[in-house]
């Protein structure tokens, strides 16, 4: 139930591509989808987030889409560039937290974007 | 402002001794998270704060890691004695959680290192 399921673990992309990062959720408790960017040596910073009451959110080069009905979402980067090359991670939780005020990660994918 | 501040960034540390993880949170944030990461697990929450008092720590592994919020601007996360499956990368996190338990976003410290021989 709090699982956050993340694919694939590894993507390689070519400058200029476009990067798919998806993830799935079990707990229809969740609301608030924030997605993560972590680079080495650096603690992850939160780089876009979603809440349910909308199908996609764009902020730059970077979308999510997201399916309540399929309990799914995903992140997009259009234009890919060397310097998106990082980690990152899906997450969930319930925004009017109680004990869940907590955020549950996916395992993270890490991407390459080469020149 | 500074962000979340940890130290020390690095910790190599002998099987049994004992560790000592520093917290220093966002000025006016009140909830404070701490998550541990490694390759097999990924990001888990060991344990959750909000204005000092645990929420949630059902994912401290056992009774060798403690937690505590001595006060509302720092957290300390202690392991004792140290195992060398301890080894990991530990991150705390804070974020304010408002007026009808409304939680906005977890701003993440850099981590501290640590290395259990």
């Known amino acids: 139930q709090q699982q956050v399921k993340q694919s694939p673990q590894s993507l390689i992309v070519q400058k200029g591509g476009i990067s798919i990062i998806n993830c799935a959720y079990e707990?229809?408790?969740?609301?608030?989808f924030p997605w993560y960017q972590q680079f080495p040596g650096k603690g992850p910073a939160l780089l876009i987030a979603?809440?349910?009451?909308?199908s996609e959110k764009k902020e730059g080069r970077f979308t999510i889409s997201f399916n309540k009905s399929a309990k799914q979402f995903s992140l997009h980067i259009m234009d890919s560039q060397p310097g998106d090359s990082a980690t990152y991670f899906c997450?969930?939780?319930?925004?009017?937290?109680?004990?869940?005020?907590?955020?549950?990660f996916g395992k993270g994918t890490k991407l390459s974007v080469k020149p | 402002d500074a962000g979340v501040i940890q130290s020390p960034r690095h910790e190599v540390t002998e099987m049994g001794q004992e560790v000592t993880l520093r917290c220093k949170l966002i000025?006016?944030?009140?909830?404070l998270f701490w998550y541990r990461q490694t390759m097999m697990r990924g990001l888990e929450l060991l344990i959750y704060?909000?204005?000092?008092?645990?929420?949630?720590d059902s994912g401290m592994p056992e009774d060798r890691f403690s937690a505590k919020m001595p006060n509302a601007s720092f957290s300390t996360l202690k392991i004792q004695p140290s195992e060398p499956r301890d080894s990991a990368v530990y991150f705390c996190?804070?974020?304010?959680?408002?007026?009808?338990?409304?939680?906005?976003?977890?701003?993440f410290g850099q981590g501290t290192r640590l290395t259990v021989v």
């Open positions: 979603i809440r349910p009451d909308v």
């Open positions: 704060f909000n204005n000092n008092v645990p929420i949630d």
């Open positions: 996190a804070s974020s304010f959680r408002g007026t009808g338990a409304l939680n906005t976003e977890a701003f």
């Open positions: 000025s006016g944030h009140n909830s």
């Open positions: 707990n229809t408790a969740f609301d608030y």
């Open positions: 997450a969930a939780s319930m925004i009017y937290g109680g004990s869940q005020g907590n955020l549950i």
